[in-house]
T-cell receptor, first 114, second 112 residues
């Protein structure tokens, strides 16, 4: 088990472009979370999946953001029509069913919108 | 919703001294309080956690205390070492199941 894997590690995109990030959780973890972290701040919750069901979405997740976990394994986070304010580190975490609060974070995808 | 405040924002200590980071939370229904360590270029890593039915928990050089009445909890690191240098985040579990609310973080620098 290599932990939570995120791809890409870095992404630079022009304003207005669409971007998609991928997260591969620990295989036996049925819960998957997306967080956003800006410089000097703690992670902010974006959305949460239990298996393939998206159970909660933050108000931070505007209609330009969409997340999927189609088969209850990997997840994707897509941002459409990127804005400079979207520049941040996007973190994925997963946790097992018997210890749902025991998050394991990935190393994140750093997005820079120019 | 839940709001977590963390102090100080930066902390510089001499190797071997103790470090203390304090957090307060707003929602009295919160019942789970983890601490994470984040090194440069990495995701946060869980180092210790405490539940609301426990007042103190210790794991080698780190300990966490919880005061439910005052709604604050603290991280204590004793005999600090240079490898303890990192950003530390506290968090609280909100009543909305599954979601953690994080503090803004404390940059800890341990100087030899």
């Amino acid at each position: 088990d290599t932990g939570v894997s995120q791809d890409p590690r870095h992404k630079i995109t022009k304003r207005g472009q669409n971007v998609t990030f991928r997260c591969d959780p620990i295989s036996e973890h049925n819960r998957l979370y997306w967080y956003r972290q800006t410089l000097g701040q703690g992670p902010e919750f974006l959305t949460y999946f239990q298996n393939e069901a998206q159970l909660e979405k933050s108000r931070l997740l505007s209609d330009r953001f969409s997340a999927e976990r189609p088969k209850g394994s990997f997840s994707t986070l897509e941002i459409q029509r990127t804005e400079q304010g979207d520049s941040a580190m996007y973190l994925c975490a997963s946790s097992p069913g018997d210890r749902p609060m025991s998050y394991t974070f990935g190393s994140g995808t750093r997005l820079t919108v120019v | 919703g839940e709001n977590v405040e963390q102090h100080p924002s930066t902390l510089s200590v001499q190797e071997g001294d103790s470090a203390v980071i304090k957090c307060t939370y707003s929602d009295s229904a919160s019942n789970y309080f983890p601490w994470y360590k984040q090194e440069l270029g990495k995701g946060p890593q869980l180092i210790i956690d405490i539940r609301s039915n426990v007042g103190e928990k210790k794991d080698q050089r780190i300990a966490v205390t919880l005061n439910k009445t005052a709604k604050h909890f603290s991280l204590h690191i004793t005999e600090t070492q240079p490898e303890d240098s990192a950003v530390y985040f506290c968090a609280a579990k909100t009543p909305s199941w599954g979601k953690l609310q994080f503090g803004a973080g404390t940059q800890v620098v341990v100087t030899p």
